[in-house]
């Protein structure tokens, strides 16, 4: 899989600071490739960052920013910038490895929260970004490892076509994030990163699924999550395989493809469940869920497909959603029924149910 965490923050940090140690003689009173900041006041805004998002984590954040900030002592210079965003990337690093699974705090993108994966994505991306923005205007080169920029755009940017080429990912995340231009994609002028989307539904939770868990889902892995015993169940491992190809080809939109249900209680993955894409031109989106045998029949695929259904028909242009099931398949047809949705007309040899807006 594709890791984001402590370690990938650890190696960013280290290019960042191999980079601009190259550069520390020159003169950081210039504005930063981009934008108004100064050199210096980019390389504070690095560590601003890496230490606010520590704080949201540490903090349990939930409405809104910890309200504290970092600022540089007066008189320092580059030296003592890079010191600063090594120290404060230490600080977030610690704080990543050691945050228990399921906590998130307080960020505004996409819904008003991340967890350790999404503050570590984030904090990776600044770190690579900003010290590109330095580079730039310094002139020296900045290419991070492409792993790390690989990771970056399957956790945060999955409506992002990935690199289409062996060394393209850095290129990539650069036009991601309106830094460059890569042949046959228009340029961008808005952009913004997605943090992985929670709904809460009663005593299962459901977690929307990166590309990059999905890829290791896909591929018979854990997807970074705890299964109950004998999971995921098959449906999952099809479902997973389903958003890594709509995220490698290009088409997977965030939100519409696969969520994890995850006890609240004790943080255990039993079952998924999404969408096979987006609406369609009738505003009709087609859902699917899976349990492990182990958590079958306790009602958890009926709470998570009420909660999950009630936020996907408050969006703008959704009219309905369809469930398809096999007629011998009586659990996942009460499943529906218990969960808003009633009978519709027959999809070729399938039980259709039909939950609108």
Sequence with gaps: M?????????????????VLRTAAGLDWSAKAGGLDWSCLETAEHIACDLVSYAGQLTGRATDGWVPFEISFDEGSGPKDAISVIESTGGLLSAVLRTTPSGVRGYHPYPSGSADAVGFAAMGVAEVLLHTYDIAQALGVDAQPPAALCEAVLAWIFPEVTPARAPGEQWATLLWATGRGTLA??????????HNSLEIPAGRI??????????ADLAAGGTGGLTWIEGGPFDGTRTAAEMVTKA???GVHRPEWGMFALVRAEDEVAVGGMGFHGPPDEEGVAEVGYDL????????YASEALDSLSAVALA??????????????NTA???VALRAGYVRASDRENLQAYLRRA
């Design 332 to 334: 996942s047809q009460q």
């Design 205 to 214: 939770v459901l977690r929307e699924v990166s590309p990059a868990a999905a």
């Design 315 to 328: 969006r703008p242009g959704v009219r309905s959603l369809l469930a398809v099931v096999e007629p011998e």
């Design 292 to 299: 492990a045998v182990g958590a079958r029949g306790y009602g």
């Design 184 to 193: 046959g994609r228009p340029k961008l002028e808005g952009w913004r990163w």
């Design 247 to 249: 995220y490698a080809s």
């Design 2 to 18: 594709l890791s984001m965490g402590g370690d990938q923050l650890d190696e960013a940090v280290a290019h960042a600071a191999k």
